[in-house]
């Protein structure tokens, strides 16, 4: 009978690049950037790495498919490289596989790498996802603004809040990240805004305007793990993988009319079953703080409530009362989230976990938590109707 | 004796105001009638589409007059055109499955002049055989001229011989003449048309008397049995000159619908013929008559049936929404260039042997239902949706077209690429528990909200101007609109 992945894995080092518009360099060497710092913190040479994952989501404008494109970034010792692609989830899919890798006992050390580079398209915004032969001829060309609008309105609609007050309480949630951003040297977006500024931005699909959506960057992060044994051998103190759930939708959702469109339905699953996982009873008071997949404003007030951490109907008004913030109740995005660390899709769920490793072993500098002892991720990757979602959480030993 | 059972028009409803056409290329090419709209087909119709449209009403109405088999009734399928979307495949081929009609259907293209509409209609009246006819036209002419502001965007469907009859068919003649007054080689967009009083005078006034003349002895009649006559033409006065020149002093002309459409080629003889048909009294007889490398005269008789003939021509005619930017014509049709950004020129690939596949879900928007929890769903697939359980048991075919829905989630997306932006889409709930995510289209897509109804319109998916290549797949438009109650 299977007992999940409680405790069996521990987090040994991580990296992350700079996230942002990276002229300067190609994926390469945003892998490196991520993977030196890692290797550095873990204090292992690349030869004791046994397998190694890899996340990227557009193969045709970042480095190509397969394992290669890192295993030769990266001069990796001539190890299973596998490239899983997992839409904005990649990251923490790369994570999964490294963690179940060295769980099995197969590997005493595992790899996780996640980069994207998308400023080589020559637009804003991700560009058009490859889809297969099939869906094209009938989904309409649409972009996740749009997506994320059409759940920004069913919340509204369902929980009748005023147009008014959601955009006031999406404000709100991107001036915080903003806010949080300005102390993160690696961010993407490192400027404050207000609200005002944020309500009064320019539409992109209604009602999410400029300031709702996350930018996309490039960047890449990076997890090296092992077993608990192993990082304490190292002298290390562990960071510990309590759960991973991954969730994804089979088309209940987009194909049967039952679902109201208001809420992430795979959310919902994969928090229930992380909690029971982790074993965690009442998360509002054992989680320290957490890392929502905002992709949108509205995406992180819906996600509070799917996974729990806010009642049905209620995360825009707690938001709005600073619930959220970086010295609210439960932190939110303290590293400035996608909004403002910034989306290189691939790389995401890393990030998180990055933000995460450094506020549970002390080294978040002038963002950093007190005591913080249990941490979420929350990595979306898809849209509101059909998606693969995943939450992990992890912990201090 | 054979004759029209149903017949029924589908107009874009943009309506280009010919005064901002002026306004716009006036300066350039002084403009004669500056009064009323033209049609202008939105960047995601074209003949098929409207040809469809068409074709769905006319057999909406036939079904509703007491022939609810006239889908399976049908054995031939014609589908004219001046304006072909492709030199090949068949055009037909498409409107039949985004109809539905038998298999065993002979379908056919024809084109090559604005008279082949009527000629068609013409050959399958003196068949026995059970027949839909569509025409459809978008006659693109060169900007700023005059043919460009007379000219419009339409289709037409007429359901042949299947049943109770609402014109009976008393007899017709078809002339032809190299009579060349307008020509386009294949890869040239735009026509050339010839002085216009020479057309009035060589060719209205001499080939249509005759053809008249040669209608009314094979039916039997004389030009004082005529009460009604529709004579497609862009020539001001020509139509009038022609009745009198033919005899028809009884004759009430039927409106040309210049001010309200403007002609649509191919189509506009029976579009008029449907306007005219909502004047008509039982046992009247109508002269249709179109020009074009010859002549064709087709006499009609109404039966009692015409009675109860709606006024659906008039509420197409009337759905119409003004356009003031005459630049849409030109981008629509591809007259020019325009900046679309790099997020628009990914191509499309037509994946054909995907698309045939699929076809019947694609082009007839067939989707499937379980046998065993009834859920009907889109696309169709060898296990049914469900939000838990395994449910194998082979699905059936479920047809949607017609079932319409209601939307769920909307939106009105400006950054996606729209060759009209912002781009509209969103779920939609379709009775039987399905549920899709569909663009939204026509005008008033932007007002689409949840819980509006919807109804489902045939409609260009994609296309590719680099190849030259198109696809269709249906969208949701605001429900009810008068198109539907045709």
Same mark, same amino acid.
């Given at each position: 009978m299977?007992?999940?992945?409680?405790?069996?894995?521990?987090?040994?080092?991580m990296?992350?690049?700079?996230?942002?518009?990276?002229?300067?360099?190609?994926?390469?060497?945003?892998?490196?950037e991520a993977?030196?710092?890692?290797?550095?913190?873990?204090?292992?040479? @690349? #030869?004791q790495?046994?397998?190694?994952?890899?996340?990227?989501?557009?193969d045709?404008?970042?480095?190509?498919?397969a394992?290669t494109p890192?295993?030769?970034?990266?001069?990796?010792?001539?190890?299973g490289?596998?490239?899983?692609?997992?839409?904005?989830?990649?990251?923490?899919?790369?994570?999964?596989?490294a963690?179940y890798?060295?769980a099995?006992?197969?590997?005493?050390?595992a790899?996780?790498?996640?980069?994207e580079?998308?400023k080589d398209t020559?637009?804003?915004?991700l @560009?058009?996802?490859?889809r297969?032969?099939?869906? @094209?001829?009938?989904?309409?060309?649409? %972009?996740n603004?749009g997506?994320?609008?059409?759940?920004?309105?069913a919340?509204?609609?369902?929980?009748?809040?005023?147009?008014?007050d959601?955009?006031?309480?999406?404000?709100?949630?991107s001036?915080?990240?903003?806010?949080?951003a300005v102390?993160?040297k690696?961010?993407?977006?490192?400027?404050?805004?207000t609200?005002?500024?944020?309500?009064?931005?320019?539409?992109?699909?209604?009602?999410?305007g400029?300031?709702?959506?996350?930018?996309?960057?490039d960047?890449a992060? $990076?997890?090296?793990?092992?077993?608990?044994?192993?990082?304490?051998?190292?002298?290390?103190?562990?960071?510990?993988?309590?759960?991973?759930q991954?969730?994804?939708?089979?088309?209940?959702?987009?194909q049967?009319?039952?679902?109201?469109?208001?809420?992430?339905?795979?959310a919902?699953?994969?928090?229930r079953r992380?909690y029971?996982?982790a074993?965690?009873? #009442?998360?509002?008071?054992?989680?320290?703080?957490?890392?929502?997949?905002? $992709?949108?404003?509205?995406?992180?007030?819906? %996600?509070?409530?799917d996974i729990?951490?806010?009642?049905e109907?209620?995360?825009w008004?707690?938001?709005l009362d600073?619930a959220?913030?970086?010295?609210?109740?439960?932190?939110?995005?303290?590293?400035?989230?996608?909004?403002?660390?910034g989306?290189?899709?691939?790389?995401?769920?890393?990030?998180?976990?990055?933000?995460?490793?450094?506020?549970?072993?002390g080294?978040?500098?002038?963002?950093?938590?007190?005591?913080?002892?249990?941490?979420?991720?929350?990595?979306?990757?898809?849209?509101p109707?059909?998606?693969?979602?995943?939450?992990?959480?992890?912990?201090?030993? | 004796?054979?004759?029209i059972t149903?017949?029924?028009?589908?107009?874009?409803?943009?309506?280009?105001?010919?005064?901002?056409?002026?306004?716009?290329?006036?300066?350039?090419c002084?403009?004669?009638?500056?009064?009323?709209?033209?049609?202008?087909?939105?960047?995601?119709?074209?003949?098929?589409t409207?040809?469809?449209?068409?074709?769905?009403?006319?057999?909406?109405?036939?079904?509703?007059?007491?022939?609810?088999?006239?889908?399976?009734?049908?054995?031939a399928?014609?589908?004219?055109t001046?304006t072909?979307?492709?030199?090949?495949?068949?055009?037909?081929?498409?409107?039949?499955?985004?109809?539905?009609l038998?298999?065993?259907t002979?379908?056919?293209?024809?084109?090559?002049?604005?008279?082949?509409?009527?000629?068609?209609?013409?050959?399958?009246?003196?068949?026995?055989?059970?027949?839909?006819?569509?025409?459809?036209?978008?006659?693109?002419?060169?900007?700023?001229?005059?043919?460009?502001m007379?000219?419009?965007?339409?289709?037409?469907?007429?359901?042949?011989g299947?049943?109770?009859?609402?014109?009976?068919?008393?007899?017709?003649?078809?002339?032809?003449?190299p009579?060349i007054?307008?020509?386009r080689?294949?890869?040239?967009?735009?026509?050339?048309?010839w002085?216009?009083?020479?057309?009035?005078e060589?060719?209205?006034?001499?080939?249509?008397?005759?053809?008249?003349?040669?209608?009314?002895?094979?039916?039997?009649?004389?030009?004082?049995?005529?009460?009604?006559?529709?004579?497609?033409?862009?020539?001001?006065?020509a139509?009038?000159?022609?009745?009198?020149?033919? &005899?028809l002093?009884?004759?009430k002309?039927a409106?040309?619908?210049?001010?309200?459409?403007?002609?649509?080629?191919?189509?506009?003889?029976?579009?008029?013929l449907?306007?005219?048909m909502e004047?008509?009294?039982?046992?009247?007889?109508v002269?249709?008559?179109?020009f074009?490398?010859?002549?064709?005269?087709?006499v009609?008789?109404?039966?009692?049936?015409?009675?109860? *003939?709606p006024?659906?021509?008039?509420?197409?005619?009337?759905?119409?929404?003004?356009?003031?930017?005459y630049?849409?014509?030109?981008?629509?049709r591809g007259l020019?260039?325009?900046e679309?950004g790099?997020r628009?020129? *990914?191509?499309?690939?037509?994946?054909?042997?995907t698309?045939y596949?699929?076809a019947?879900?694609?082009?007839?928007?067939?989707?499937?239902?379980?046998?065993?929890?009834g859920?009907?769903?889109?696309?169709?697939?060898?296990?049914a949706?469900?939000?838990?359980?395994?449910?194998?048991?082979?699905q059936?075919?479920?047809?949607?077209?017609?079932?319409?829905?209601?939307?769920?989630?909307?939106?009105?997306?400006?950054?996606?690429f729209?060759?009209?932006?912002?781009?509209?889409? &969103?779920?939609?709930?379709?009775?039987g528990?399905?549920?899709l995510?569909?663009d939204?289209?026509?005008?008033?897509?932007?007002?689409?909200?949840?819980?509006?109804?919807?109804?489902?319109? *045939?409609?260009?998916?994609?296309?590719?101007e680099?190849? &030259?290549?198109r696809?269709? *797949?249906?969208?949701?438009?605001?429900?009810?609109?008068?198109?539907?109650?045709?």
């Amino acid at each position: 009978m299977a007992n999940g992945i409680k405790d069996k894995v521990a987090i040994l080092g991580m990296g992350c690049s700079r996230f942002g518009e990276r002229w300067d360099v190609g994926q390469e060497e945003l892998m490196a950037e991520a993977y030196l710092e890692a290797l550095g913190h873990a204090g292992i040479a @690349p #030869d004791q790495i046994g397998a190694a994952w890899y996340s990227s989501h557009y193969d045709d404008i970042g480095a190509g498919k397969a394992g290669t494109p890192m295993a030769q970034a990266l001069r990796l010792p001539n190890i299973g490289v596998t490239r899983v692609e997992n839409f904005c989830a990649g990251g923490t899919e790369a994570f999964r596989g490294a963690v179940y890798a060295v769980a099995s006992g197969a590997v005493d050390i595992a790899l996780a790498v996640g980069v994207e580079k998308l400023k080589d398209t020559g637009f804003a915004g991700l @560009p058009p996802a490859s889809r297969g032969t099939f869906a @094209p001829m009938y989904l309409p060309t649409h %972009t996740n603004p749009g997506n994320f609008a059409q759940l920004a309105r069913a919340y509204g609609t369902r929980h009748n809040i005023s147009a008014g007050d959601l955009k006031r309480a999406m404000g709100h949630t991107s001036m915080k990240s903003h806010a949080n951003a300005v102390k993160n040297k690696n961010a993407h977006l490192r400027k404050a805004i207000t609200v005002e500024q944020a309500v009064n931005a320019p539409l992109v699909a209604d009602p999410l305007g400029l300031f709702d959506c996350c930018p996309v960057s490039d960047g890449a992060a $990076c997890a090296i793990v092992t077993t608990p044994e192993i990082a304490r051998s190292l002298g290390k103190t562990p960071v510990l993988v309590k759960a991973i759930q991954l969730v994804a939708s089979n088309g209940w959702e987009v194909q049967s009319s039952s679902w109201n469109g208001s809420y992430v339905h795979t959310a919902r699953i994969a928090a229930r079953r992380a909690y029971a996982e982790a074993g965690i009873a #009442d998360p509002r008071t054992q989680l320290s703080f957490t890392e929502l997949h905002d $992709c949108f404003s509205i995406t992180e007030l819906v %996600t509070l409530e799917d996974i729990g951490l806010a009642d049905e109907g209620t995360a825009w008004k707690r938001m709005l009362d600073g619930a959220f913030d970086a010295d609210g109740a439960m932190p939110s995005q303290v590293d400035g989230g996608l909004k403002c660390f910034g989306h290189p899709v691939g790389a995401s769920g890393l990030r998180m976990l990055y933000e995460c490793w450094l506020q549970l072993t002390g080294q978040a500098g002038e963002r950093q938590l007190a005591n913080p002892s249990l941490a979420l991720t929350h990595n979306l990757g898809g849209a509101p109707a059909q998606n693969v979602c995943s939450i992990t959480i992890v912990g201090a030993a | 004796m054979t004759g029209i059972t149903a017949l029924a028009i589908h107009l874009p409803r943009l309506r280009l105001q010919r005064a901002a056409m002026a306004a716009a290329m006036g300066w350039l090419c002084p403009r004669g009638e500056t009064r009323g709209a033209r049609t202008l087909a939105d960047w995601d119709e074209d003949p098929i589409t409207m040809a469809v449209a068409a074709a769905r009403a006319c057999l909406a109405q036939a079904e509703r007059n007491g022939v609810p088999e006239a889908r399976t009734a049908v054995r031939a399928l014609t589908f004219a055109t001046t304006t072909p979307v492709f030199a090949e495949p068949q055009q037909a081929a498409l409107v039949h499955a985004a109809l539905r009609l038998p298999e065993a259907t002979r379908t056919q293209d024809v084109g090559g002049t604005m008279r082949c509409g009527l000629l068609a209609l013409h050959a399958a009246l003196e068949s026995s055989e059970p027949a839909l006819l569509t025409a459809a036209d978008m006659p693109l002419n060169t900007p700023g001229g005059t043919a460009e502001m007379r000219y419009a965007d339409g289709g037409v469907s007429a359901l042949v011989g299947c049943g109770p009859d609402l014109l009976t068919y008393r007899g017709g003649a078809s002339l032809s003449a190299p009579f060349i007054e307008r020509y386009r080689a294949p890869d040239r967009p735009l026509a050339t048309d010839w002085e216009e009083r020479w057309v009035r005078e060589e060719g209205f006034l001499d080939l249509v008397p005759r053809a008249i003349a040669e209608a009314l002895g094979k039916a039997q009649l004389s030009a004082a049995d005529v009460d009604h006559f529709v004579l497609p033409c862009v020539i001001p006065g020509a139509a009038k000159a022609v009745a009198q020149a033919a &005899g028809l002093s009884r004759a009430k002309l039927a409106q040309p619908l210049d001010l309200e459409c403007g002609d649509t080629g191919a189509a506009h003889a029976l579009v008029m013929l449907a306007r005219a048909m909502e004047d008509m009294r039982p046992g009247e007889r109508v002269l249709v008559a179109q020009f074009g490398q010859g002549a064709t005269a087709l006499v009609l008789e109404a039966t009692d049936a015409i009675s109860a *003939f709606p006024a659906a021509a008039s509420a197409v005619l009337a759905d119409g929404i003004a356009e003031a930017n005459y630049l849409k014509l030109p981008i629509f049709r591809g007259l020019m260039p325009w900046e679309r950004g790099l997020r628009g020129r *990914f191509p499309v690939n037509e994946a054909l042997t995907t698309a045939y596949r699929n076809a019947e879900a694609l082009l007839g928007f067939v989707g499937s239902r379980s046998p065993e929890t009834g859920q009907v769903q889109f696309p169709p697939s060898r296990l049914a949706v469900a939000e838990t359980g395994l449910f194998a048991e082979t699905q059936q075919p479920w047809p949607l077209a017609d079932l319409g829905g209601t939307v769920a989630t909307a939106t009105a997306d400006r950054l996606a690429f729209s060759r009209s932006p912002p781009n509209c889409y &969103g779920l939609v709930d379709i009775p039987g528990g399905a549920r899709l995510m569909m663009d939204f289209t026509d005008p008033d897509a932007e007002r689409l909200s949840p819980g509006d109804a919807v109804r489902f319109v *045939f409609r260009i998916k994609d296309l590719d101007e680099r190849t &030259g290549f198109r696809r269709y *797949f249906w969208k949701a438009v605001a429900a009810p609109a008068p198109s539907a109650a045709a």
